[in-house]
């Protein structure tokens, strides 16, 4: 209830104390939604620093002020060197006024999540300072002036509902009112807070939660972190207290969130993952095709694109897709080399399985710790973890498709900008490059551990998955094309993806579904 019109009440007679008679010689801006008031008197300087955002405002007070040479601007010149004639609250309400010489008039008003600061001048409106609240450029003077009759008469009248004869309490203070008198009889309500305003007119002032919230309050709250006798003093201290409560929650929620979303990320993944095992698993192998050729070699003849044939391990036919330019033991003989390429990729999945459910796991272990942390310094330290976790998952091996193939890592862009950080940013200029052509599709870099040549089966492995992750990727056979790293470049004002190559190869090679 830093903004309630009880608490601001005595922050206006104290500011009226300490800044009567001074010259405004400073008004600006370098944060947005908060405005600098610097004043000068005799020498010395005071600022008043309005927070006006949405989700918190307050009026805080220093003696110096360290003005940032960039990102910040000057607001209405013409108030400067004028001095403040009064500084006073609104009656009943949750606005204070600065008059200051020449019928200029500041006007901060701190209503809930629109919070402003208005300037007058002869009585008319001349500036705002967030003109994003429309409805605040048709306030008058006379629009923050509330009347409300507080009398025993009118409460009996409303039977005793404090809520709407107090108007000026809000939440917090309807609230403690509940707890205490929320069953008493009329009488006994009325006694209680005129008990209240008696002891309101020279409050102390607590700091702590309420309801888990930091608050400052005008009556006494559980465990309360600090207490004053003076409403500045309160509204300085409660707004460090603010911010490093609420930055510790904000910062605590943010590193939750970025984990929940990454444990949702892995578990869709190892979703996906084990079904595309079950299905490798449980459906018809390559080398079961290759075996059921080798035993039909009489009867398939050369040329064709297509044959049906008995599956002798279930007794029941199956098509098997041929090379029209190979000879029925050439075709059996690639889908022996392909069955390979499928226990390849059995055993990388299943290893990412259990890098999956380990992540999972270690995902589950950190959360855990963050809704258990109570303070900055433990905060900070998981903070740190979360960004070398981070670091690690944007490693090349995360940024791509993977594919390890005879122990060849193999890495394959995503998209078009993906493309260009493979190839750019991370391929070496003797690693082996590969793209389907003619078409658009994903850079393929083969990393090479050393100088020597590669197999020829690990580039058409390699040179299979270009053409599958291309627009070619429905065709029977794909050119693609083959060079180095240090044959590929991209002059500027290329869109995302382009590349020229100076030098390659190409390569007929059919599409591999990974």
Request: aromatic share 12%; glycine share 4%.
């Amino acid at each position: 209830m830093h903004n309630n019109y009880h608490f601001l009440k005595h922050l206006a007679k104290e500011l009226k104390a300490l800044l009567l008679d001074s010259e405004l010689v400073a008004c600006f801006s370098q944060e947005k939604d908060e405005l600098i008031i610097g004043f000068e008197k005799n020498g010395k300087e005071s600022f008043l620093k309005c927070t006006l955002k949405p989700d918190f405002s307050c009026l805080t007070t220093q003696s110096e002020f360290a003005r940032a040479r960039k990102n910040t601007v000057s607001l209405w010149e013409e108030i400067y060197h004028k001095k403040v004639q009064d500084i006073a609250i609104f009656e009943n309400e949750r606005a204070i006024k600065i008059e200051l010489e020449d019928k200029y008039l500041l006007i901060i008003k701190l209503f809930g999540n629109r919070p402003n600061l208005l300037v007058y001048h002869f009585s008319e409106q001349i500036a705002i300072f967030n003109n994003s609240l429309a409805s605040d450029k048709t306030l008058g003077i006379s629009d923050f002036e509330k009347v409300a009759d507080l009398g025993f008469q009118n409460f009996q009248n409303h039977k005793g509902n404090y809520r709407k004869v107090f108007f000026t309490f809000g939440k917090n203070l309807f609230t403690y009112l509940d707890s205490n008198i929320l069953d008493a009889s009329i009488e006994e309500k009325w006694s209680f807070i005129q008990e209240f305003l008696r002891k309101a007119e020279k409050p102390e002032f607590y700091i702590g939660y309420l309801n888990e919230i930091p608050s400052l309050c005008i009556f006494p709250i559980e465990d309360y972190k600090y207490k004053f006798n003076n409403a500045l003093e309160s509204t300085n201290a409660f707004y460090l207290f603010y911010q490093k409560e609420y930055s510790f929650a904000h910062q605590k929620q943010q590193l939750l969130t970025s984990l929940e979303k990454e444990k949702s990320k892995t578990e869709a993944y190892l979703k996906n993952t084990q079904e595309k095992l079950e299905n490798l698993k449980t459906g018809l192998s390559k080398e079961i095709i290759a075996n059921i050729l080798m035993a039909n070699l009489h009867a398939v003849n050369e040329g064709i694109t297509e044959i049906e044939l008995l599956n002798f391990y279930t007794n029941t036919p199956i098509k098997i897709k041929l090379k029209a330019d190979l000879s029925p033991q050439k075709n059996a003989e690639n889908y022996f080399r392909k069955s390979k390429n499928e226990q390849q990729e059995v055993n990388a999945i299943e290893k990412n399985i259990e890098n999956a459910i380990s992540k999972i796991l270690n995902f589950e272990t950190r959360i855990e710790a963050v809704n258990s942390t109570v303070n900055f310094k433990e905060l900070k330290g998981l903070v740190k973890v979360q960004k070398r976790e981070t670091n690690e998952i944007e490693s090349p091996k995360s940024l791509f498709r993977e594919y390890i193939f005879e122990g060849n890592l193999i890495l394959v862009g995503k998209n078009s900008k993906n493309n260009d950080t493979l190839t750019l940013k991370h391929a070496q200029k003797e690693d082996y490059w590969l793209h389907a052509r003619d078409c658009a599709g994903s850079h393929v870099v083969i990393k090479r551990k050393n100088k020597d040549n590669l197999p020829n089966h690990v580039i058409e492995f390699a040179a299979s998955l270009a053409a599958y992750y291309s627009k070619r990727k429905n065709e029977s056979v794909v050119p693609v094309i083959l060079t180095q790293k240090k044959f590929v470049r991209k002059p500027k004002g290329l869109p995302d993806g382009q590349v020229i190559v100076d030098k390659e190869s190409t390569i007929m090679i059919e599409p591999f579904q990974p």
